[in-house]
Antibody, heavy 122, light 111 residues
Framework: QVQLVQSGAEVKKPGASVKVSCKAS????????MHWVRQAPGQGLEWMGI????????IYAQKFQGRVTMTRDTSTSTVYMELSSLRSEDTAVYYC???????????????WGQGTTVTVSS | QSALTQPASVSGSPGQSITISCTETTSDVGGYNYVSWYQQHPGKAPKLMIY???NRPSGVSNRFSGSKSGNTASLTISGLQAEDEANYYC???????????FGTGTKVTVL
């Protein structure tokens, strides 16, 4: 059973950057695309981007282009999401999630991390 | 602003069936079969209930079913149970530069 374990909560000041990690258990990690999704307090889900199994290719939602970087370390089965130039509106829970299709992406996410709360406050 | 509109709330009594709609304002849902549905309980991560319009992941109850007609996708929950009370989100692959959008979300209440 694959599990995704994310790094702990972060508090950042406006203008700073945050890097969230997501470590997968199981030996099939390298076969799957991985997504990042965020959820602001009391709000809905928002897709941020996707990274391919090798980590070579990424696609970011237009809203985050220029501010987000997704990377992947296949040797440690870990994916990372770094968001820069933080503002208060970036306060949210950030989730990593696995794409359901190893031949994908199918843009459906069947395994989710527990979420990482990022608070941006001066 | 989401391109996928859902009703804010839907309610039903135990044992009843309810349907949640997901209507797109562009061609995102109608043009592709990458529509998914998620259940989210408060304070928890989302759970995939349906993918590729109507496929159920292993372990998801067959009380949950999905369909699509034109630009509207639907999630039907039959035999409503107390544990089904949660927020539900649709999502779809899109042809825009964003590639994936979520719906506005629907709160399901079991009366």
């Amino acid at each position: 059973q694959v599990q995704l374990v994310q790094s702990g909560a972060e508090v950042k000041k406006p203008g700073a950057s945050v890097k969230v990690s997501c470590k997968a258990s199981g030996n099939t990690f390298t076969r799957y695309y991985m997504h990042w999704v965020r959820q602001a307090p009391g709000q809905g889900l928002e897709w941020m981007g996707i990274i391919n199994p090798s980590g070579i290719s990424t696609i970011y939602a237009q809203k985050f282009q220029g501010r987000v970087t997704m990377t992947r370390d296949t040797s440690t089965s870990t994916v990372y999401m770094e968001l820069s130039s933080l503002r208060s509106e970036d306060t949210a829970v950030y989730y990593c999630a696995r794409d359901v299709d190893p031949l994908g992406p199918a843009y459906a996410m069947d395994v989710w991390g527990q979420g990482t709360t990022v608070t941006v406050s001066s | 602003q989401s391109a996928l509109t859902q009703p804010a709330s839907v309610s039903g009594s135990p044992g009843q069936s309810i349907t949640i709609s997901c209507t797109e304002t562009t061609s995102d849902v109608g043009g592709y079969n990458y529509v998914s549905w998620y259940q989210q309980h408060p304070g928890k991560a989302p759970k995939l209930m349906i993918y590729d319009v109507s496929n159920r992941p292993s372990g998801v109850s067959n009380r949950f079913s999905g369909s699509k007609s034109g630009n509207t996708a639907s999630l039907t929950i039959s035999g409503l149970q107390a544990e089904d009370e949660a927020n539900y989100y649709c999502s779809s692959y899109t042809s825009s530069s964003t590639l994936c959008v979520f719906g506005t979300g629907t709160k399901v209440t079991v009366l």
